[in-house]
C-alpha cells in the first residue's frame, strides 16, 4: 500500500511550456484534490474531484486542468507555464468522510 | 467563503515546555477541524481532528480544543521534544468532502 504517489519530485519549466504532475493512489479512495503551497499563504485548493469522472474547480485554478479516468489517478496540468506558478504541489485524497493523506510533493520553479 | 487565521506565525519553545498554537474561522458551518504537521520536505500529515460536536480531544501529548462559540479552536503539545520541530497547520470544512480550508502555518521549534 503506497498511500499516495506524486511524480516528478522536482522540475524546472521555461515560462510557456506545459506539462503534466502525475498524482495517484492505492487506496480507492473517491474524493482527491490538488493544492498548491506558498510561503506565507498555507495551503491553497486548486481543483478537487469527488470521483471518476467528476471534477470542480477550488480556490486558486486559473492556468490548471485536471482530469478524473479512474479512481486512482488524478493529474494537474499546466496548460502555458508562469513563473507565478512557481510552488509546491501537493495531491490529497479523502479517506471516509474528512481525513486527507497527502502525497509527498512536486517542487516546480517556472523560469 | 470560510476564512482561517492561525497565530502564532512562529514559535519558539524549549524542550519539555508546552506549545500552543490558536486558529479561528468564520464559517459558522463548519463542523471539522483538523490538525497537520509538515516535516521539512514532506507532505502534510493527519495529526489529530475534532468535529463541532466534541469540545476537546487528547491523544498522548497533543490535544485540541474547540470554541463554537467564539470560532476558535487550538492545539495545545505538553512536553515537547525536538521531533515535534516542524510546521503545523490548522483547516477547517464543513465535512463530508466539502471545501478544506487551511490557515497559513505555524513553524515551531523546539530547542533542546
Known amino acids: 500500500n503506497a498511500g499516495v504517489t506524486q511524480t516528478p519530485k522536482f522540475q524546472v519549466l521555461k515560462t510557456g511550456q506545459s506539462m503534466t504532475l502525475q498524482c495517484a493512489q492505492d487506496m480507492n479512495h473517491e474524493y482527491m484534490s490538488w493544492y498548491r503551497q506558498d510561503p506565507g499563504m498555507g495551503l491553497r485548493l486548486i481543483h478537487y474531484s469527488v470521483g471518476a469522472g467528476i471534477t470542480d474547480q477550488g480556490e486558486v485554478p486559473n492556468g490548471y486542468n485536471v482530469s478524473r479516468s479512474t479512481t486512482e489517478d488524478f493529474p494537474l496540468r499546466l496548460l502555458s507555464a508562469a513563473p507565478s506558478q512557481t510552488s509546491v504541489y501537493f495531491c490529497?485524497?479523502?479517506?471516509?468522510?474528512?481525513?486527507?493523506?497527502f502525497g509527498p510533493g512536486t517542487r516546480l520553479t517556472v523560469t | 467563503g470560510e476564512n482561517v487565521e492561525q497565530h502564532p506565525s512562529t514559535l519558539s519553545v524549549q524542550e519539555g515546555d508546552s506549545a500552543v498554537i490558536k486558529c479561528t474561522y468564520s464559517d459558522s458551518a463548519s463542523n471539522y477541524f483538523p490538525w497537520y504537521k509538515q516535516e521539512l520536505g514532506k507532505g502534510p500529515q493527519l495529526i489529530i481532528d475534532i468535529r463541532s460536536n466534541v469540545g476537546e480531544k487528547k491523544d498522548q501529548r497533543i490535544a485540541v480544543t474547540l470554541n463554537k462559540t467564539a470560532k476558535h479552536f487550538s492545539l495545545h503539545i505538553t512536553e515537547t521534544q525536538p521531533e515535534d520541530s516542524a510546521v503545523y497547520f490548522c483547516a477547517a470544512s464543513r465535512g463530508g468532502y466539502q471545501k478544506v480550508t487551511f490557515g497559513i502555518g505555524t513553524k515551531l521549534q523546539v530547542i533542546p
Open positions: 490529497a485524497s479523502t479517506a471516509g468522510v474528512d481525513e486527507q493523506y
